[in-house]
């Protein structure tokens, strides 16, 4: 039997915690285990809060956390997600002293492969937004580009847009890690515990209900990802989040050992591959096919349309053989842009959800922001463009230009 620590039965990574019982009563309720819900109760219970439950339904990152690319960067189109992705940039580089984990960070940077002219001229605004807060991105030819991705044809873009700090990391083991310190910290974590019912008491939240008992609490947290609308709705809090199926396959050891690449993407396909650590790719592709939905399944109907794309800019992994793959949700929102803040009309549910494809590369300054609503600290970023109230009303639907991002940001 493998020998397991008593700090690790505690965090509820490694450990069963099924069995704890529950506190009956929380100054914090935060609900999910993914790397959101890490982030927040590692930055409250390292501030000093005392009193953070956090429940996960399954495992710790059984959900969206477990199944991403691992993806980090800053390059985004709007300066509210260029610092968001900026800070947590600087986290996850530092990760191994604060919280103190490896998460096998590889900084290969990004490499946006642009096919024409009006692509190029879109970039172009990126960069120059980017490098005015200090992102150094840059905009490449296609010869460049080919000698940081040699699978790439050159002749088939006319530029690329490159930021060599972006990179990737192991999202199990960030979460992993984030829980471990929570709980150094004095969190409790509480896995396969579902939350059932949210009561609100006189206007305000008063307790939250599990199969394994009650907890009195007056914060509740809700960072359940696909998940999110169902708890809103349990405390009354509309929180437009869709589940939207998204599937990653890899190639397995090939006979010659790929470079080190960049993370590689083609914007008007979305396609993208990167170095997958053991020999191979990982290869992936937002299928514009698929429909919303729970399911997670793994299917290679997607691979086809991959190939066409993969055809197109990089030849040779056009006929690339698949190993194996898995399959994941999105959280998305009408804008594709993240949910977080305070309800309006619960006080103190708060939300950090709906982050489209991005909620692990901002989960580290997400984590702060969060916090600093809690305590009532000045954030280092105003949040209220992300307040998921945005969408109230019939103009709402769909309207990006609250935030001031563009969809075009969030192809991954």
């Known amino acids: 039997m493998e020998r397991r620590t008593a700090e690790d ?15 009956g009563r929380a100054a914090v ?24 439950l956090l429940l996960e339904r399954d495992t710790p990152a059984a959900g969206s956390s477990g199944k991403p690319v691992g993806g980090v960067r800053a390059q985004f189109s709007d300066p509210l997600n260029i610092r968001i992705g900026r800070r947590s940039l600087e986290a996850w580089r530092a990760f191994g002293e604060r919280p103190g984990a490896d998460i096998g960070f590889a900084q290969v940077g990004y490499l946006f492969l642009l096919g024409d002219a009006t692509e190029r001229a879109l970039f172009e605004e990126g960069v120059a937004a980017q490098n005015a807060l200090g992102v150094p991105s840059r905009i490449i030819g296609p010869a460049e580009a080919a000698a940081l991705c040699p699978y790439l044809d050159p002749d088939s873009i006319v530029a690329a847009a490159h930021c060599p700090t972006d990179g990737y990391a192991l999202p199990r083991e960030a979460v992993a890690g984030y829980l471990r310190a929570a709980a150094r910290h004095g969190a409790a ?4 515990c579902p939350v059932t019912a949210i009561d609100i008491r006189d206007g305000a939240l008063d307790a939250v209900r599990t199969p394994h008992g009650t907890v009195r609490t007056t914060t509740v947290i809700c960072c359940a990802g696909a998940w999110s609308a169902e708890v809103g709705a349990m405390a009354g809090v509309r ?10 396959a890899f190639t397995g050891p090939l006979d010659t050992p790929p470079p080190r690449i960049p993370f590689t993407l083609d914007f008007a396909s979305t396609a993208y591959f990167h170095n997958d650590g053991a ?7 937002s299928d514009p096919r698929q429909q919303p939905g729970f399911g997670r399944e793994f299917s290679r109907e997607w691979l086809a349309p991959f190939r066409e794309a993969a055809g197109r800019r990089a030849p040779a992994l056009a006929t690339l053989p698949v190993s194996h793959g898995w399959a994941g949700l999105y959280e998305t929102t009408p804008d594709h842009n993240a949910l977080i803040g305070e309800a309006a009309d619960v006080p103190r549910f708060l939300y950090a959800t709906g982050f489209s494809g991005h909620g692990f590369l901002q ?31 019939p103009a709402g639907e769909g309207n990006a230009g609250h935030t001031g991002a563009r969809p075009e940001a969030h192809i991954i």
């Open 9 to 23: 039965r505690g965090t509820g990574t490694d450990g069963d915690t099924a069995a704890a019982p529950l506190p």
């Open 29 to 52: 309720v935060i609900v999910g285990g993914g790397v959101l819900g890490a982030s927040v109760a590692f930055h409250l219970a390292e501030a000093g809060v005392r009193g953070v």
């Open 189 to 192: 974590i509480r896995t396969h």
């Open 239 to 248: 929180l437009p989040v869709t589940p939207l199926r998204r599937q990653i």
């Open 279 to 285: 020999g191979g790719l990982l290869l992936g592709m």
């Open 363 to 393: 989960a580290p300054a997400v984590g702060e922001l969060i916090r600093d609503l809690y305590l009532g600290r000045e954030p280092f970023l105003d949040i209220g463009p992300l307040a998921a109230s945005r969408f109230d009303g």
